[in-house]
C-alpha cells in the first residue's frame, strides 16, 4: 500500500497549500478518514445508458466502492464508496446563457477531478460557473462523509462531514459540518458548522446558522475523532441491508415497480414499500415500510422510513424522513433529517419547502400547514412557530425580515419563485411528468443501464490503487 500512503498524503499537502491563508491544517482530520486496508476490500463501478456518453479515464487513483455515470476524468485523486454522476452534463452543441452573455458549446462537459480526495461524497448536476461550462472541475480538494458536491466546481476546499456546496463556485475554502452553501462563488471563506446561506447577489439572502451546542449532538468533529452523532449513528445503524445489495449479483426484481419508474440496482427496498408510477429511486437510498405516490423521487443516500408521500416529492441528496406523511409537492432539502416517532407523526402540508439542512427531530405529533417554508432546528411546536413563515408572506417581503436566528434581506417573491422553479425542474429532470410517451426523465431514461465493475491491484506496493484504464464506446 505503498503508493496509496504516498498518494494521500500528497493530497493533504496539495489541500493544505491552498488553504494557508485561512491557517487551517486538515491533516488532524485526515488521519482516519480513508481506512487503508478499506481500499482494496470494494469493487469501483459503473453505468452504461444509451442517453449518456460513456468517457472514463482513471489515472494513478483508488476508486473503492465508487461509482461513475457520463464523462469522468480521475487523476491523482482517492475515492471511497462516492457517486459521481455525469448525466445531466451539459453536451456539446448546448447554448449556454449567462445575464447577457451566451456561449455555444464546442465539447461535451465532462466532471475532472484531480488531486482531490472523497469519502461518501457525492458529485451531480453541471457546472454553473458560467466561466468554465465545458469543465466541472474538483482538484486539491478533501470532502469527508455525506458532502454533497452539486453543480459546483471546487478548487482548494476542505467540506467537512454532511456539508453542501450547490451551484457555487468555491476556491480555497472550509465548509464546516451541516453547512450549505449556495452562493454562486466564494472564495478565501472559512464557513462555521452549521450554516445556511443561499445568496443571489442584488435579489435575496437567507442566512441561519444552527446553535452550535445543539448540532453538535447530530454531527460532530474534532481532530482526534472520526465524526460522530445522531446522523452518524442512524446511517451506521442500518449499513448491513447495504451490504447485501453491493454482495449480490443478481437481487430479486421487485414486481410491484410501474414500467414508468426506476429503482436503482444499489438502493434498499425493504418489504411493504409502495413505488407509484415515474417515481425514481437513485443509488444508496434506502426505503422501507413506505409509500412513494407518482412523481416522487428518493435521491442519493436518502433514507425514507414508515412514511408517506403523496407524490410529486422532491427528497434531496442525503435527506431522510422517518415516521411522516408528506403531502404532495414539498421539498426536502439536501441531507434534511426529519425523524417523527411511532406514535408521534410529523405532518407535511402541501407545496411546503423544508430548507437543506434542516432538523426536525419530535418527540410529540407535529403538524406544518401548508405552502410554508421550514429552516433550523425543530424539536416542538414553540421550535416551528420560531423556524418557518408562509411561501405567501414570504413573497411581500421587499427589505428584510427576521424570525428568530434567521435574517432575511431582499425579494421575498424571488426567492420563492427562484425555489418554485427548481422543484419544477428537478421533477421534471426526473421524469415525474412522464405520460404517452413523452416527457421522459431519469427514472425512464435509465430503464436500460447496464452496470459494470472494476478492481483495484489485491496485492504489492500498489495495494488498493486501480491500474490506468480509459473506458470508451
Known sequence: MKELEILF???????????????FDVNPFAVELIPPDQMSKFYAFYGITPDHPLDLSFHNSALAGSYFLGKCRVQNSLLYKSDIRGDELKRKGNKVTFQNFSITLRDDEVIDIRDSALV????????HDPETPEHFFISDTLAMDYANIHGAPIDGAFLGPFATVDLTTVRDCVIGAYSYIQAGEISHQLI????IW?????????????????????ISLSPDKVPWGKL????????NEFQRVFDVVNLKVIASVPESAKMDRYAVVLPNTRIGENVLISQRAYLENSTLGKGANAQENCFIINSTLEGYNVTAHGAKII?????????????????????????????CVIMPHTIIDIEEPLEI????????????QNDLSNHMVSLESLSQVTTHHTIGRMHFEGNGAMLVKALKDRIHHILEVNGAFFANGENDGHAQRNQNLSLNTIQPFQFGPKQGMYPTITILP
Not at 414539498?330 to 426529519?338: E, I, P, Q, T, Y
Not at 400547514?369 to 416542538?380: A, F, K, S, Y
Open 369 to 380: 400547514p401548508e405552502n410554508h417554508l421550514v429552516w433550523g432546528l425543530i424539536r416542538d
Open 323 to 351: 415516521e411522516a406523511r408528506v403531502g404532495q409537492n414539498v421539498f426536502v432539502g439536501f441531507n434534511s433529517f426529519l425523524n417523527g416517532k411511532k406514535g408521534q407523526k410529523l405532518t407535511i402540508g402541501k407545496g
Open 120 to 127: 461518501k461524497t457525492l458529485v451531480h448536476n453541471y457546472s
Open 232 to 239: 452518524i449513528d442512524f446511517i451506521e445503524e442500518r449499513k
Open 9 to 23: 498524503n500528497r493530497i493533504v499537502q496539495r489541500v493544505n497549500i491552498n488553504l494557508r491563508e485561512l491557517a
Open 192 to 195: 462555521e458548522p452549521g450554516t
Open 198 to 218: 443561499v445568496n443571489s447577489p442584488g435579489n435575496f439572502n437567507f442566512f441561519y446558522r444552527h446553535p452550535a451546542d445543539q448540532l453538535e449532538q447530530y
